[in-house]
């Protein structure tokens, strides 16, 4: 059986309400850079070549300005400042701070009314305008992680017959290092959807993650994944 989805003028509004707050941001493919290639770096490589989001443009003043207009849209009351979280903080081995404050935006929807399809959407129209195309999904629970993941399945025709372009999405998994090494390196739009019992669980397997692994030629995943600079949908 073939699922068919239709636009719903709310979800419409909601992915209108994030892209307009960037109104100005000029539109940037994915941004190359030499992603750090481990301990092969002493050896006679081809440059490996990594994709990043670009930074964002706008003065916090602009986008502040975007914000209160999208709020007076909506009918709600609007802020005086931007809502930021700090990420980030000391590496362990190097000793550099490395903390940054990031923009933080919150949707309100409704249970039942299409969050997955709406930011899957989001995604498509963030890449469309501004060229974005690396975002990670953060959930509370194993079921909605694969929940999620079957979205990605179920809508692909569909949003790949819109937009003309596909998206490659994966599971994060501690021993499958080789998907965050694509995650980093492919051009295209790519999602890694994690839960957060992943970085809570005790033991080795969920601490990988923050590690210098031998496996992954002597880096850490979480900086390959940084570097990326990512959207996060939580």
Known sequence: MKLQYKNQQFQLDAVEAITSIFEGQPRQTSMSYMMDIGKEKNITLDIVNGFKNADISLSDSDLLKNIQATQKKNGILTDNKLVKMSIGGKDKNTKIDNSKDCLTLTVEMETGTGKTY?????????????????????????????????????????????????????????????????????????????????????????????????????????????????????
């Open 118 to 234: 709406t930011y899957i959407k989001t995604m498509l129209e963030l890449n469309k305008q501004y060229g974005w195309s690396k975002f990670i999904i953060v959930v509370p629970s194993i079921a909605i992680r694969e929940g999620i993941a079957k979205t990605f399945e179920s809508t692909s025709e569909h949003f790949k017959q819109a937009y003309g372009i596909g998206i490659r999405h994966f599971i994060y998994n501690s021993s499958q290092l080789d998907k965050i090494e694509a995650f980093a390196s492919d051009a295209g739009i790519n999602v890694m959807i994690v839960n957060t019992q992943a970085f809570n669980a005790r033991g080795a397997d969920a601490r990988r993650i923050d590690m210098i692994l031998d496996q992954f030629r002597g880096r850490r995943p979480i900086d390959v994944i940084a570097a990326t600079n990512p959207i996060m949908i939580i």
